[in-house]
């Protein structure tokens, strides 16, 4: 089958796992003996040549708000319509590659900062099925402007299109909902997955003396982080001292060591920096509970099932989406996002009223049907069903690329006439 991935980052080039996933599925669709070709932006980084992967789309300056805050109020504003609505430049070049590539079917990933309606709407005016994997509330941001849900534009994408979308979780298909966006085709609900080898089953567990804790994700305020920094400064306060913390990740916020430091926890929460995916895997070998104390939107993070897979019991917030696919006591343990409700947990753990061994044991054997492999028949199942789906009439590559031209300029001069004075 012949797949066009697209996708607005691809490693090197990361924000987090959605683009990690992007690149392992591709690998493995290529490994089932599938013909596939990655678009995706030009990045910040200088990459070798890969054969199937072509960087060729523009990303803008969205995801940089240190850049963002210092442009002027319409710049900002005509950003925000090229990162969702369209892109004229980015439809062009799609196009040409699908033009020459001839997909069976598209297969999207995070879209924003590309032009994603657009890209979507080539898409479907092409002919070409697609089918949309969503590991964040995407379609609900591209319907989306100066962070609020645009009706009239949610109303047209669910009434214009049609193809198919796996989510990572139904956290992620309420927010899409709460935005006022019908998706526009079957929804499937795939769950985010570890890779193998398994490494070897753990066998020290804790069992009281000094309790190792690690998190990793981007250290800021979505992550939990501080909220996981005010529990250690509760865990002393009530007396309980033989505990680290190891924090894995980029630091979004200078002032959070300074933070830690006033706490006096500079000894106790540790900074690691950034780490590759399999080094921490490595490294959670080392350590007893993963904390995850995650803003509520989480769609399902990779990183807590990484975790599992080395024996490191997950610790995370009750109703992020990873709390979905975990059952409370059984495969993790729940907590409400405050400081105090992590604090109650880590005590129990050190007072010994959790047991974390049943707990690592029976996550392990769950993760084992949560694989890679074993999800990717799913994917594979999916792209087959919309590639075999009647395309029906199919658009020219010349109208596309006219309709995007036009479109982006009746969007830039709406912007700049209704906002120029803002």
């Not at 030009?42 to 789309?57: C, D, F, I, K, Y």
């Not at 710049?75 to 196009?95: K, M």
């Not at 706490?263 to 490595?282: C, D, I, K, S, Y």
């Not at 024996?311 to 059984?330: F, K, Q, T």
Request: one cysteine or more; hydrophobic letters at 45%; glycine letters at 10%.
């Amino acid at each position: 089958m012949r797949i066009l991935v697209v996708s607005n980052l691809y490693p090197p080039d990361v924000m987090g796992g959605y683009e990690m996933g992007c690149q392992q599925v591709t690998d493995a669709l290529i490994g089932a003996g599938h013909q596939v070709e990655v678009v995706t932006s030009t990045g910040s980084h200088h990459v070798g040549s890969q054969p199937h992967v072509h960087r060729l789309l523009h990303l803008t300056e969205i995801y940089d708000a240190d850049r963002m805050a210092a442009s002027a109020p319409i710049t900002r504003l005509l950003c925000e319509a090229d990162s969702y609505f369209v892109n004229a430049g980015n439809v062009a070049t799609l196009a040409s590659v699908i033009e020459r590539f001839d997909p069976e079917v598209v297969y999207f990933w995070n879209l924003i900062g590309v032009g994603g309606l657009g890209i979507v709407g080539a898409v479907h005016h092409l002919g070409v099925p697609w089918v949309w994997h969503l590991m964040d509330a995407v379609p609900g941001y591209l319907c989306s402007f100066r962070g609020q849900p645009v009706d009239a534009v949610a109303k047209e994408f669910g009434r214009q299109l049609r193809g198919r979308f796996l989510a990572c979780s139904q956290r992620v298909v309420d927010e899409i909902a709460s935005k006022g966006v019908t998706m526009p085709g079957p929804v499937d609900l795939v769950p985010n997955w570890v890779r193998g080898p398994f490494p070897p089953a753990r066998t020290r567990w804790y069992d009281g003396g000094h309790l190792r804790i690690v998190s990793a994700g981007q250290v800021g305020e979505h992550k939990g982080s501080y909220v996981l920094v005010e529990a250690a400064a509760e865990l002393r306060r009530r007396g309980h001292t033989d505990f680290s913390i190891d924090l894995y990740g980029a630091v979004q916020d200078a002032a959070f060591q300074a933070r830690v430091n006033r706490l006096g926890l500079r000894h106790v929460v540790r900074l690691q920096g950034f780490r590759p995916v399999a080094e921490l895997v490595e490294r959670y070998a080392d350590h007893d509970v993963f904390a995850f104390p995650t803003w509520s939107r989480e769609p399902n993070a990779f990183a807590p099932l990484e975790a599992g897979v080395a024996g490191c019991v997950p610790l995370i917030s009750a109703d992020c989406g990873n709390a979905e696919w975990l059952v409370d006591g059984v495969h993790c343990i729940k907590a409400e996002r405050t400081s105090t409700a992590f604090a109650d947990a880590l005590e129990r753990i050190i007072k010994g009223d959790i047991a974390l061994a049943p707990i690592g044991r029976r996550l392990r054997t769950l993760l084992r049907s949560l694989t890679l492999d074993a999800v990717l028949p799913r994917i594979e199942g999916a792209l087959t069903t919309e590639a075999t789906r009647r395309r029906g009439v199919r658009g020219s590559v010349q109208d596309v690329h006219l309709m995007a031209g036009l479109a982006e300029t009746l969007i830039h001069t709406g912007i700049e006439e209704r906002f120029a004075g803002v």
